[in-house]
């Protein structure tokens, strides 16, 4: 399966933006649906993810609150809203899924994904 991240732009402090994943190639399965971030210098960090069988979803604490994830099954296709956008997170975003489920402890480690889509990037503005 291929993904494409879509929706990156740049946002004013405050603002939002809803960024896209897509699946071609194939759909996506019972295996969980996850956004990560690389901001410039830093290393990959977890932002959230949809476990696409139990559909829950659990973020990291910096975004908690301000993005919330869902999906539509008819497009196959998963969405990060992001809202109240904050300067630090200004990044290049990275969807990812695996194939198969995983346990939920494992679900933030970018080491879990096979399948990663190329990136978006996203700049807020103070």
């Known amino acids: 399966v291929q993904l494409q991240a879509s929706g990156g732009g740049l946002v004013q402090a405050g603002g939002s933006l809803r960024l896209s994943c897509a699946a071609s190639g194939g759909t996506f399965t019972s295996g969980p649906v996850a956004w990560f971030r690389q901001a410039p210098g830093k290393e990959r960090e977890f932002v959230g993810v949809l476990d696409m069988w139990t559909g829950r979803k659990a973020y990291a604490d910096s975004v908690k609150g301000r993005f919330t994830m869902s999906r539509n099954n008819a497009k196959n296709t998963v969405y990060l809203e992001m809202n109240s956008l904050k300067p630090e997170d200004t990044a290049v975003y990275y969807c990812?899924?695996?194939?198969?489920?995983?346990?939920?402890?494992?679900?933030?480690?970018?080491?879990?994904?096979?399948?990663w889509g190329q990136g978006t990037l996203v700049t807020v503005s103070s």
């Open positions: 990812a899924t695996r194939s198969r489920r995983i346990v939920t402890s494992s679900q933030a480690e970018a080491g879990a994904y096979e399948y």
